[in-house]
């Protein structure tokens, strides 16, 4: 099979060529629907999977496989070689090639795609429009349950240092030396509308880039890369910048930090607990 090339997306039509392969890991990764630009429900979305998803494809629980469900927060990542079982337990070892998509907002798919490029696993790309783009294109359906794939050998972490966490973005909060980029609706950015967690706002010194800006509504693909790359850098934020992207829960982040990495930013983190654990302490300023 032909690795996913360097752009990290593939298109529908390279996935329709390649269903068939015998290296291919296709995954539904969706975690719950979308309920507004950069927000979504979070919960195991199986019975969605179930109705309808890509011929082949397997279903990933995010929430519950993929996340440290002790920590009290929303989305938490595992610990390396957790993260590396729990990919093996289903069927992601070195030598496969893997593909994951959404039904909804991208952030479940580039969340999977975060995770595993944090366990240095390179062979992962996201399926450019998911599944809405494939059905619109009338492009063939499968229903009902999918058997695991066979467990593989388990990767080998090599961190990548892909998240920050608490201490890192309290630090930029008060003294700069990165950009901190708010992934949600302008709404949540503004404080128009209260987060999730019951405050309003973002963190000091943020910008506003919401995840929802980057997909072409029409198809649901991702807007070219030109395109974005004008977007970015008309917000200030330039290839050699240091980024910390958040939002809610660590996945809307997940797709602006995808999408710098696709176009060539090395410095790009993900502030893993996000609003969902810098809202739990009053003591730690929202700006509205």
């Given at each position: 099979m032909t690795e996913p090339g360097p752009s990290l997306l593939v298109s529908t039509e390279w996935l329709a060529?390649?269903?068939a392969d015998p290296a291919l890991r296709l995954f539904d990764a969706t975690a719950g629907a979308a309920v507004a630009p950069g927000a979504a429900e979070a919960e195991p979305a199986y019975a969605v999977f179930e109705t309808a998803h890509i011929p082949g494809a397997r279903y990933l629980d995010l929430k519950?496989?993929?996340?440290?469900?002790?920590?009290?927060l929303d989305f938490t990542r595992l610990p390396p070689e957790a993260a590396a079982a729990a990919f093996a337990k289903a069927g992601v070892g070195?030598?496969?090639?893997v593909v994951v998509y959404s039904t909804s907002t991208y952030g479940w798919a580039t969340r999977m795609w975060w995770l595993l490029n944090d366990l240095g696993f390179r062979r992962v790309a996201v399926?450019?429009?998911?599944?809405?783009?494939?059905?619109?294109e009338g492009r063939p359906i499968a229903s009902g349950p999918q058997a695991a794939y066979p467990a593989a050998t388990a990767l080998v972490p090599a961190a990548q240092h892909l998240f920050a966490d608490l201490p890192e973005v309290s630090a930029v909060a008060a003294d700069g030396g990165a950009i901190l980029?708010?992934?949600l609706s302008p709404d949540h950015f503004s404080g128009a509308v209260a987060g999730p967690h019951g405050r309003r706002g973002h963190i000091p010194g943020s910008i506003s880039l919401p995840a929802g800006s980057l997909v072409t509504a029409s198809?649901?693909?991702?807007k070219p890369l030109e395109v974005l790359k004008a977007e970015f850098a008309a917000r200030g934020i330039s290839p050699d910048a240091d980024v910390i992207a958040y939002c809610g829960s660590g996945i809307a982040a997940t797709l602006d930090g995808f999408v710098l990495k696709a176009l060539g930013h090395d410095k790009v983190r993900v502030y893993d607990g996000s609003l969902s654990e810098w809202s739990?302490?009053?003591q730690r300023p929202l700006e509205a």
């Open positions: 060529q390649h269903l519950n496989d993929f996340s440290d469900t002790s920590t009290g070195p030598e496969a090639t399926l450019d429009g998911g599944l809405a783009k494939w059905v619109a980029v708010n992934a198809d649901n693909s991702l739990k302490d009053p």
